[in-house]
């Protein structure tokens, strides 16, 4: 199973990430205590290497904002909560849907995005909201040629339960990972190390 590690603003958190097994590091371009700018991920993902992907996270962007910070800041792939503005971007998208939301079915039946994201309901900003969704909720038994993300409150404490329950293609933690709203290595961590046992 893959593992994101969302909402990182330093070269140490990025380091640290990478050296502990994270195979998709994220960095929010949208309002968010964790924002941050493209210049800035570029500096600090010098060493990062390629089979680590960088993904960028909007709310709903134009695609010049997009490809925009695509380009400055070097991303591999983008994260989209909101809706989809263009169908086509330069790199893959990750689409994100908010379980127990009434556009959810609609989303997962229409979106033509290869990766999806599945994330609580959005609080004040969207995402990393520390709470996970019901996982009564969401049945991805018909996604079968989709790479499914869970997020939403995962912490090394219930991401084998969550691995057990839904075999991701990969788990996604930001909030997880802190201690009083800053990214804590020793919980990127041990998170790393508990979601890639076997």
């Keep these: 199973m893959k593992v994101k590690i969302c909402g990182l603003t330093t070269r140490e958190q990025v380091d640290t990430a990478v050296k502990k ?5 994220g960095f929010v371009f949208a309002e968010s205590k964790r ?4 210049e800035k991920v570029k500096e600090i993902t010098k060493e990062v290497p390629k089979n680590v992907k960088k993904v960028g996270v909007f709310v709903t962007p134009s695609n010049q904002e997009a490809e925009t910070a ?6 591999d792939m983008i994260q989209i909560h909101g809706k989809l503005v263009t169908r086509s971007y ?10 127990g939301s009434y556009e959810q079915e609609k ?3 229409e979106t033509t995005a290869e990766y999806l994201l599945f994330d609580a309901l959005p609080q004040k900003f969207i995402g990393g909201n520390g709470k996970p969704f019901d996982w009564q909720q969401l049945n991805i038994s018909k996604l079968k040629n989709k790479k499914i993300f869970i997020a939403g409150g995962l912490t090394s404490e219930n991401v084998q339960e969550a691995r057990a329950t839904f075999s991701p293609y990969a788990v996604d933690v930001s909030s997880g990972v802190e201690t009083n709203g800053i990214k804590d290595l020793a919980k990127i961590s041990e998170f ?3 979601a890639k046992e076997e």
């Design 90 to 99: 330069s790199v893959p998208v990750i689409q994100a849907i908010p379980v």
């Design 35 to 38: 924002a941050i700018r493209p």
């Design 21 to 25: 097994g994270a195979d998709y590091l």
């Design 107 to 109: 989303m997962m039946k």
């Design 192 to 194: 790393l190390k508990k």
């Design 70 to 75: 695509i380009r400055e800041a070097g991303l």
